[in-house]
T-cell receptor, first 114, second 116 residues
């Protein structure tokens, strides 16, 4: 299996622009997670999908952030408009259902908002 | 609410020596505990987990961790450190009680440096 795939790996944009991050989970996994990692705040859960349905989006920082999962093999995280404080590494992770199953992380997208 | 503490920001150890990366947790119910490793510019990789049963859990690359319920700890150990083990290590806990039982709470991470 190719693992969790994220694109792009790096994104540099200017403040106010729309940013879309993409994720392809591991085939057969029905849970998908978006995380943000910064030096100051560590690893934060943004949103959790189960069977393509958003279960908990309480970690989404503001209305500027939105996430979708139109099917079992694709998810997007969108920031519109982007701000410099959104600069971080964004990870997507997937797992099989069940609290005892580990999550598999993608390589991350490093976002820089100028 | 569940929480994880990794009391050391950095651990330095000489190559070939044993290493320990500390983790303590707080949960309402029974915990599921995980260790992940992150190499530079990479995503987190799963190392090992404790679900139930034997308190000593063995994982990848010679790592093991011991679940201690009375001390609410889950320290990561390796009997012989390699330079290639140098990375950022994260402990994570999932609380089986409550509505957020799917959620993994991560510690802040401990940077392990293995000195040749």
């Amino acid at each position: 299996d190719a693992g969790v795939i994220q694109s792009p790996r790096h994104e540099v944009t200017e403040m106010g622009q729309e940013v879309t991050l993409r994720c392809k989970p591991i085939s057969g996994h029905n849970s998908l997670f978006w995380y943000r990692q910064t030096m100051m705040r560590g690893l934060e859960l943004l949103i959790y999908f189960n069977n393509n349905v958003p279960i908990d989006d309480s970690g989404m920082p503001e209305d500027r952030f939105s996430a979708k999962m139109p099917n079992a093999s694709f998810s997007t995280l969108k920031i519109q408009p982007s701000e410099p404080r959104d600069s971080a590494v964004y990870f997507c992770a997937s797992s099989k259902g069940g609290a005892y199953n580990e999550q598999f992380f993608g390589p991350g997208t490093r976002l820089t908002v100028l | 609410a569940q929480s994880v503490a990794q009391p050391e920001d950095q651990v330095n150890v000489a190559e070939g020596n044993p290493l320990t990366v500390k983790c303590t947790y707080s949960v309402s119910g029974n915990p599921y505990l995980f260790w992940y490793v992150q190499y530079p510019n990479r995503g987190l990789q799963f190392l090992l987990k404790y679900i139930t049963g034997d308190n000593l859990v063995k994982g990848s690359y010679g790592f093991e961790a011991e679940f201690n319920k009375s001390q609410t700890s889950f320290h990561l150990k390796n009997p012989s450190a390699l330079v290639s083990d140098s990375a950022l290590y994260f402990c994570a806990v999932r609380d089986l009680m409550g509505a957020g039982s799917y959620q993994l709470t991560f510690g802040k991470g401990t940077k392990l440096s293995v000195i040749p």
